[in-house]
């Protein structure tokens, strides 16, 4: 089956205006947090799920075990994040929590994401809102596939306003 020229250049806005957010959220969280991608992402997960182990959270920013542990080391060396005590009596897998200035980054984190995402939402009438809505959350499970990805694709959300009833990522399982 041929693509028509319309529908191509329609996939390559939609590939431009992807990358297009994830770069400005990302240049977002460096200027409100001074952070890189992957430490917002562990700030927000951790801030959003208290008590999450480095293995678990290795999984949700698709690091390497070795990676998260050393970033887990710079956050906790930043007084950002806290190793508490073993979970489950394993004293190898100790729970992950934020510090005071952790959860400062962590909200300053959300509102720089909602700033981005809302400068681009603030150009549509309420009824393209809510088409916008029907056909994302159509897509969304067409990109991202069973596994540590569904996980993945949330590194930033914000689990806050996050409707899990109504979530088409967490029904794909």
Partial sequence: MATDKETLRLENLFGAMSLALVDKMERAF??????????VAAIIQIGSEPGLTI???RRMIALSHSATVRLVDQLVASDLVLRAGGIEGDKRAR????????????????????????RAFKTLEPEETEQLGRLVEKLLPAL??????QDVVCRVCDQGVCDQDRCPIAFMS
Avoid at 96 to 105: E, S, Y
């Fill in 30 to 39: 460096a200027d409100e947090t001074g952070l890189g991608p992957r430490a």
């Fill in 144 to 149: 991202v596939d069973l596994g540590d990805d």
């Fill in 95 to 118: 729970s992950l929590q934020l510090t005071l200035a952790g959860q400062a980054l962590f909200d300053k984190s959300l509102t720089a994401r909602r700033a981005v995402i809302e």
């Fill in 55 to 57: 293995e678990t959270l």
